[in-house]
């Protein structure tokens, strides 16, 4: 009888997608004691209570079963009125908005009912670590654009355009950006738009940062002339409310692609937690004065995490979004993995390497500041001593 080989069974466009280099860098992290994360992306926050107090209220009313594919009829409803007049985009609940289990759920299937095998996807880099693989699980073709620490890591619409070729077909913005912090101005945007309507693409806009901008105003794409019809905006509950544990998120757009998304949602996810739905409905109703709330902390953190780290000698652009900051540690000789180890096991700081976020990170860490600013002050006093003794 033939020996059975595991590996040989695995689809081959799996087998050639790397692990997250995050959540490989911190199962190391979770076999030691006393050390100060700035690691997982991830608010300190606990959830506000009365959005809590939904989910528990709709456990005891028995609120326990499906709700439909697209979600419940409530929750979009609210959502259509918060995202007119928050980012001035205009849809209809019953048929453009699907309610998904997380932001990164919606992603997948935005990708896998637009995708051709063969079809090229551009997206920029640095950037989370979900794209690219996303995409080669789609069958599509990951291009990526760079962003540079010298434009505050914002995309220009000139080296989209020079990444387009006759088989681009979508083309994925994440601002402010995971892990860079980097935003775009309306000006900006509008170039990319232009680009986007002569070329023919379909833009996936991920914002789920988007209530963590710290400077200027956030302008989403899908405002803009013309993009409506072309863009599907992807948003979620974890970071602006701290309800990560929720896996909430939705996906709004043209009704026809709202509908190919929804018939692989309701083939594989089937629905979103109604508990978590209950608990969104909450938290887009009253939650305002949470986010501003814990977006003034993350602002007053990283204020002090950049500031430590360009005192250290790491130069380090301020992030006008979200709640990272990105360092440069070229001139410690070090790549961004040896230094990342080196400075877990040295000092106890956990950070990420700035490789597991796509080639052009590398020379850079991830350093999240959604933890205390006792922790945080404390990690920087340990990685100037950590910088200092590397450069002797």
């Not at 309507?197 to 794409?221: A, M, P, Q, W």
């Not at 602002?299 to 000698?313: F, T």
Request: glycine share 8%.
């Amino acid at each position: 009888m033939a020996t059975f080989e595991a590996q040989r069974f695995v689809a081959s466009h799996v087998r050639s997608i790397p692990r997250s280099g995050i959540r490989d860098f911190f199962d190391i992290v979770q076999g030691m004691k006393d050390v100060i994360s700035l690691g997982v992306g991830e608010p300190d926050f606990v959830t506000p209570w009365h959005i809590r107090e939904a989910a528990i209220y709709a456990l005891e009313k028995g609120r326990t079963t499906y709700t439909s594919n697209l979600g419940l009829p409530r929750l979009r409803a609210v959502l259509a009125e918060h995202l007119a007049e928050r980012f001035g985009v205009k849809y209809q609940p019953q048929t453009q908005i699907l309610i998904a289990v997380g932001v990164s759920e919606a992603m997948d299937l935005a990708l896998r009912a637009l995708v051709n095998p063969g079809d090229e996807v551009i997206y920029h880099e640095p950037c989370y670590v979900s794209y690219s693989p996303s995409i080669v699980l789609a069958y599509g073709v990951p291009v990526a654009v760079s962003c540079r620490p010298e434009d505050g890591f914002s995309v220009t619409a000139e080296a989209i355009e020079r990444a387009i070729t006759p088989r681009s077909k979508v083309l994925i913005l994440n601002f402010p950006t995971n892990p860079t912090g980097g935003t775009m101005t309306r000006e900006e945007l509008l170039k990319i738009a232009e680009v986007a309507c002569r070329h023919n693409l379909v833009v996936l806009t991920d914002e789920i940062y988007s209530e963590l901008t710290f400077e200027g105003e956030h302008v989403s794409i899908a405002a803009l002339p013309g993009m409506e019809e072309r863009t599907i905006f992807l948003h979620g509950f974890s970071k602006a409310y701290a309800m990560t544990g929720f896996r909430i998120g939705y996906a709004c757009g043209p009704a026809e692609l709202i509908e190919a998304m929804m018939k692989i949602h309701q083939y594989s996810m089937l629905c979103a937690s109604i508990i978590s739905q209950e608990a969104a409905i909450e938290a887009i109703l009253h939650g305002r004065g949470d986010t501003e709330r814990m977006r003034e902390q993350y602002r007053l953190r990283r204020n002090v995490i950049v500031k430590a780290l360009n005192d250290m000698g790491l130069s380090c652009h301020l992030p006008r979004g979200s709640f990272y900051a990105f360092p440069c540690i070229r001139s410690t000789g070090l790549s961004s993995k040896e230094f990342a180890v080196r400075l877990l096991q040295e000092e106890k700081v956990a950070c990420v390497p700035g490789g597991a976020f796509g080639p052009t990170g590398e020379g850079f860490v991830r350093c999240c500041f959604a933890t205390s600013l006792e922790q945080i002050e404390e990690a920087m006093r340990r990685m100037a001593r950590f910088v200092e003794r590397v450069r002797r």
